[in-house]
């Protein structure tokens, strides 16, 4: 069936590692998400993309960096993972013909120690 | 900035009652408003509204918008344990970028 995967669902790191989180999809679309949950605050927008040579930040970019490799795939990096990036990270897809619709992939907990 | 207000917060029931579930927004561009449900684990799509006053319905789910007066509303009809979760709205610009209320978390008790 048709999916959104991301790798690893939990990491657990130090702070100032490098780390990457990775996101897959068999959908065939051509928009996707980086959102970020923490507790009480709902999902947040950290990167987004439109197609493989458009990136763009969202609401809280700073101390993160994406990639688009291909249509099915866009990784999260943290250049060096501080505490308060300790949260649940999910990707997310979307295309044109369902609208604004998006879907998620299972999540990745991250946590910085 | 874009704005998704939920209330309450949180709340706590009884299997049969009826729950409802408030989103209020202040969107540039507004396109759509949403409402996905998220058990420990990915947010699953409920309902996508895009005009006012036309309810939408998946068994005991239903949803409406009130474009106008900026907010919607989720309502749950007999009420069973497996409704306990997080109910999440979220609004949609036309540049097809969502943004999240805090979402509100349901508990249904036995």
């Known amino acids: 069936d048709a999916d959104v995967t991301q790798t690893p669902r939990n990491r657990i790191t130090k702070t100032g590692k490098r780390i990457m989180l990775e996101c897959s999809q068999t959908?065939?679309?051509?928009?996707m998400y980086w959102y970020r949950q923490d507790p009480g605050l709902g999902l947040r927008l950290i990167y987004y993309?439109?197609?493989?040579?458009?990136?763009n930040k969202g609401e809280i970019s700073d101390g993160y960096s994406v990639s688009r490799q291909a249509q099915a795939k866009f990784s999260l990096s943290l250049e060096s993972a501080i505490p308060n990036q300790t949260a649940l990270y999910f990707c997310?897809?979307?295309?044109?013909?369902?609208?604004?619709?998006?879907?998620f992939g299972p999540g990745t907990r991250l946590t910085v120690l | 900035e874009d704005k998704v207000v939920q209330s309450p917060l949180s709340l706590v029931v009884h299997e049969g009652d009826t729950v409802t579930l408030n989103c209020s927004y202040e969107?540039?561009?507004?396109?759509?408003l949403l409402w996905y449900k998220q058990e420990k684990k990915a947010p699953t799509f409920l309902f996508m509204l895009?005009?006012?006053?036309i309810e939408k319905k998946s068994g005991r789910l239903s949803s409406i918008l009130d474009k106008k007066e900026l907010f919607s509303i989720l309502n749950i009809t007999a009420t069973q344990t497996g409704d306990s979760a997080v109910y999440l709205c979220?609004?949609?610009?036309?540049?097809?970028?969502?943004?999240f209320g805090a979402g509100t978390t349901v508990t249904v008790r036995a």
């Open positions: 997310a897809t979307s295309d044109l013909t369902r609208g604004t619709r998006q879907f």
């Open positions: 959908k065939g679309h051509d928009r």
């Open positions: 993309s439109f197609d493989v040579k458009d990136i």
């Open positions: 969107v540039t561009n507004f396109r759509s």
């Open positions: 895009t005009s006012s006053g």
């Open positions: 979220a609004v949609g610009s036309n540049d097809y970028k969502l943004s």
